[in-house]
């Protein structure tokens, strides 16, 4: 049986406006850009650039005059008409010359790896057949020159996707013929192979010859550093052994790797989002905001509005439903160059107190000058949620005199030294690392070692802590550190 009940209910959501906010906080400055050329192109109300005012169309004070008098029912125009004509978004602190031309950042054309290996393919004498079976296997070579597929499912390939019946042993001969290419090592299934492939073309020396029979018949012994064993093995001394040791750690694990860095590093360009500058023990912060235009309404629109709500009497269908479309394009203008306000806004205040919480770092530029900080602790100053804190220093940089630093690298967690005095695991993990590198490298510290180490210096902290630093550093386990 069907009935009606009243429920009261509180929800908290989102308007379109804050979640417009929202999405812009977490754009990099290269992404705001995008964005913003982006909406110009889908929003016809929307401009770029500051508006010549004529004198007879505004007052004193540069405003518009106007005489329209409409009542509360009845659309506002003073929204699109007064203060958005001059965009105020570019904050004050934003100190860049407002006549810098923007400059699209050229990309080198070079070849890929790939085009690499097809260019000495083409220089090799191979029937139609074979060379397009050679590209294939080509095509198949990820971007660390590895062919990490089994021969036989690139035969399987062939017949479904080509037609061409190939058998296993054809396509092996082929593969000889690219692993002969460059880079060495190029088309190898696996890191022994690869090292293999190198090996083969070094000279005859004896260091040579030492590390092929290592590679290839004590990989796995190698790879854990047991280098007791080996030298057992072989009955080498120890001299011998380093030189061949030495043979091995110059070949390149990842030939392709030139190629794709090299790719990498030219679209890895930062644009940092703010600028710190350090003059006389003075702090200025300033909004990098060089290739973000200015916005404003645009005024054609707002004309057409006036039009439309001016001639309410002689309005058709069409034109009522024209007047809605401008209006949604005005309102959506407005929203949009509000959100940059206040994304600008945000993103300073945000700036600010991490200067302030770190303003001996970024007056000296020494590492030890952190202070622990949370993302709590700059939420508690700012009165923004600590949500809006993450998006703000996620994937943001500042340039300082220094350097450019990620926003991430100002957080870390707080500790107790032994005199109960607050200290940055940052702090922690730099001790960590000058232990690391001034131990015995033919005994390497293990991690209990290291945690008594610390507790030497007065710093306590577990043995897992400790570990758990180390992988963050990127330093491996004291098996794989140990040298002879």
Same mark, same amino acid.
């Given at each position: 049986? &069907?009935?009606?009940?009243?429920?009261?209910?509180?929800?908290?959501? &989102?308007?379109?406006?804050?979640?417009?906010?929202?999405?812009? &906080?977490? &754009?990099?400055? !290269?992404?705001?850009?995008?964005? !913003?050329?982006?909406?110009?192109?889908?929003n016809p109300a929307l401009d770029e650039g500051r508006e010549e005012h004529e004198n007879s169309d505004t007052d004193d004070f540069g405003n518009e005059e106007t005489d329209s008098h409409e009542s509360a029912e009845e659309i506002s125009m003073g929204d699109y008409l007064t203060e958005d004509d001059i965009p105020d978004y570019k904050l004050e602190a934003d100190n860049f010359s407002k006549d810098k031309k923007h400059e699209d950042i050229p990309f080198s054309g070079g070849s890929s790896f790939h085009d690499f290996l097809l260019k000495q393919l083409g220089e090799r004498e191979l029937s139609e057949q074979d060379a397009k079976i050679a590209e294939y296997i080509i095509g198949n070579i990820d971007d660390n020159g590895y062919l990490q597929r089994p021969l036989s499912a690139i035969s399987d390939d062939l017949i479904f996707q080509v037609g061409i019946d190939i058998s296993a042993e054809h396509l092996e001969d082929l593969l000889q013929i690219i692993q002969d290419f460059e880079p060495a090592g190029v088309g190898a299934s696996n890191l022994r192979e690869c090292l293999l492939l190198q090996l083969e073309r070094h000279e005859g020396t004896p260091a040579a010859l030492l590390a092929y029979k290592i590679i290839d018949n004590s990989f796995e012994e190698f790879t854990k550093k047991h280098y007791d064993k080996i030298q057992k093995l072989y009955n080498v001394s120890e001299e011998e052994l380093k030189k061949a040791i030495h043979e091995i750690t110059m070949l390149n694990p990842k030939p392709g790797s030139s190629w794709s860095d090299s790719f990498s590093d030219g679209m890895s360009h930062i644009i940092p989002d703010f600028i710190v500058d350090s003059h006389d023990g003075e702090l200025t912060l300033t909004l990098n905001n060089s290739n973000i235009p200015e916005l404003r309404i645009n005024r054609s629109y707002t004309s057409m509005l006036e039009d439309y709500v001016g001639n309410k009497k002689n309005q058709t269908r069409d034109k009522k439903d024209a007047l809605l479309f401008v209006k949604q394009k005005l309102d959506s203008a407005q929203w949009f160059i509000d959100a940059i306000k206040q994304r600008q806004q945000t993103m300073l205040n945000t700036m600010q107190v991490i200067i302030d919480l770190q303003r001996d770092f970024f007056l000296t530029g020494d590492e030890s000058n952190l202070k622990p900080m949370i993302l709590k602790d700059v939420a508690e100053r700012t009165g923004y949620d600590i949500s809006t804190i993450s998006r703000v220093s996620n994937s943001k940089y500042v340039q300082t005199n220094f350097g450019i630093f990620p926003l991430k690298y100002f957080f870390s967690e707080s500790m107790q030294n032994e005199s109960g005095e607050e200290i940055s695991s940052r702090e922690i993990k730099k001790i960590l690392q000058q232990c690391i590198e001034g131990e015995d490298k033919r005994k390497p510290l293990a991690d209990d070692k290291l945690c008594d180490l610390l507790k030497e210096k007065g710093y306590i902290i577990a043995r897992r802590t400790v570990a758990k630093y180390r992988e963050q550093l990127g330093i491996p386990v004291a098996r794989l550190r140990k040298e002879i």
């Open positions: 049986m &069907l009935k009606q009940q009243l429920q009261q209910k509180l929800q908290q959501k &989102l308007s379109p406006q804050q979640i417009q906010v929202i999405r812009l &906080l977490e &754009l990099t400055a !290269i992404e705001l850009e995008e964005r !913003i050329k982006q909406e110009l192109i889908d």
